[in-house]
Nanobody
Framework: VQLQASGGGLVQAGGSLRLSCAASSSIFSLKAISWYRQAPGKQRELVAVITSDGSTNYADSVKGRFTISRDNAKNTVYLQMNSLKPEDAGTYYC??????????WGKGTQVTVSS
């Protein structure tokens, strides 16, 4: 499975962006799809995850502001990011985990939040 993240850009603090993670094949083959982010000089961190049955989980830092969702027909997972803060800036990656322990990573998309 190949994953392609898109939708990043420059936004003012308080603004919104929607990231997309498009899969090259059916996302039903993946147990979970996650969004991670990495700021310069920091470790990559988990932002949000959605499982095959639609269950979601979020990092405490984004709860109430970010929403992860999936469109099975389009094989795409979205990350709606509202009320963005400068500390949300970084490179965002999507990750897919299948049922036999394999991970798939897409190239990142850059999010810049100006204060």
């Amino acid at each position: 499975v190949q994953l392609q993240a898109s939708g990043g850009g420059l936004v003012q603090a308080g603004g919104s962006l929607r990231l997309s993670c498009a899969a090259s094949s059916s996302i039903f083959s993946l147990k979970a799809i996650s969004w991670y982010r990495q700021a310069p000089g920091k470790q990559r961190e988990l932002v949000a995850v959605i499982t095959s049955d639609g269950s979601t989980n979020y990092a405490d830092s984004v709860k109430g502001r970010f929403t992860i969702s999936r469109d099975n027909a389009k094989n795409t997972v979205y990350l709606q990011m509202n009320s963005l803060k400068p500390e949300d800036a970084g490179t965002y990656y999507c990750n897919g985990a299948n049922y036999v322990g394999m991970d798939y990573w897409g190239k990142g998309t850059q999010v810049t939040v100006s204060s």
